[in-house]
Nanobody, 127 residues
Framework: QVQLVESGGGLVQAGGSLRLSCAASGRAFSSYTMAWFRQAPGKEREFVSAISWSGGRTYYSDSVKGRFTISRDNAKNTVFLQMNSLKPEDTAVYYC????????????????????WGQGTQVTVSS
């Protein structure tokens, strides 16, 4: 079983950058596909990015492609989301998630396919 804790959120001006971290506990971390989702007020939770267990494959939503970069350090049980060129529409609570069945395709984007979630970290981008 994996447990997740996100950090790194905050308030930033449009065009700025933030780096989110997701620290995982549990010996099986390196076998899980990991993902970031986000949820803005009044909206459904949406997929942002995913990374394979090895880090060799990544996938992004069209809304963040070219601006965000997902990475992981299995030795430190941590997943990162580097967010550059932030826009006001990126404002949301960002959640880290582990795939329900371990290693799945990085194109798996449905929240129901992820069984373990962190508590979320708020990202606010001012215009």
């Amino acid at each position: 079983q994996v447990q997740l804790v996100e950090s790194g959120g905050g308030l930033v001006q449009a065009g700025g950058s933030l780096r989110l971290s997701c620290a995982a506990s549990g010996r099986a971390f390196s076998s899980y596909t990991m993902a970031w989702f986000r949820q803005a007020p009044g909206k459904e939770r949406e997929f942002v990015s995913a990374i394979s267990w090895s880090g060799g494959r990544t996938y992004y939503s069209d809304s963040v492609k070219g601006r965000f970069t997902i990475s992981r350090d299995n030795a430190k049980n941590t997943v990162f989301l580097q967010m550059n060129s932030l826009k006001p529409e990126d404002t949301a609570v960002y959640y880290c998630a582990a795939a329900k069945y371990g290693s799945v395709r990085v194109t798996t984007t449905g929240p129901s396919d992820f069984g373990t979630w962190g508590q979320g970290t708020q990202v606010t981008v001012s215009s």
